[in-house]
């Protein structure tokens, strides 16, 4: 049996994080959005929040361990943001697929084999970047090229740690629950 093959489990357990951070995602937005003026004087600062945005793209590698479980939970949960009203409408669904690609690709280069801590910082930090990245050609292409490296460094290091930290620990948390014994994440003990 190839071990890589999404099983009916692994799909309703991916969607269901998606959906569920769809709707995280939309609230953030709220709070997001509230927040223009505490930001004013160094925009690039504002992405120290951002890291929410990525915990799907981390989550779903960390708990499901096969090929496109992050672009699929990041993409999905950025589709239903979008479908409840994102303030970005479509392009959140960008968002969504090239986070989920940046977070899934440490997984992937282990071959899905590797979930310790290491290996989700490092995703949550490239799901970080993409985002940062994407931001400065959509939204800030005027910028200063200091501001724009500060941009994409602090939506990674958001990433690195909101992401990439806050994911493994949810996912150990989520294991020691035993709503994951039917993942290797469930039944393993948990690496650092």
Do not use: H
């Not at 672009?71 to 589709?79: C, G, I, L, N, W």
């Not at 050609?137 to 992401?163: M, N, R």
């Amino acid at each position: 049996m190839n071990s890589n093959r999404w099983r009916t489990v692994d799909i309703v357990v991916a969607a269901i994080l998606a959906i569920a951070f769809g709707v995280v995602f939309y609230a953030w937005d709220r709070l997001w959005a509230g927040t223009d003026n505490l930001f004013a004087g160094f925009g690039p600062a504002r992405a120290a929040i951002a890291g929410v945005w990525f915990l799907p793209a981390i989550l779903g590698p960390l708990v499901i361990r096969k090929p496109g479980a992050g672009v699929f939970t990041e993409t999905v949960a950025a589709a239903v943001s979008a479908l409840l009203g994102a303030q970005w409408g479509l392009v959140t669904i960008l968002y969504g697929l090239l986070q989920g690609v940046g977070g899934e690709a440490p997984f992937a280069a282990t071959g899905y084999r590797n979930s310790r801590l290491a290996t989700a910082l490092v995703g949550g930090a490239l799901a970080g970047a993409a985002a940062g990245y994407l931001d400065i050609v959509l939204y800030y292409p005027t910028w200063s090229a200091g501001w724009k490296t500060a941009q994409v460094l602090i939506s990674a290091g958001s990433g690195l740690v909101i992401a990439g930290g806050g994911g493994w620990l949810l996912t150990r948390a989520l294991a020691r629950t035993g709503v994951l014994d039917r993942f290797p994440s469930g039944r393993e003990r948990v690496a650092v």
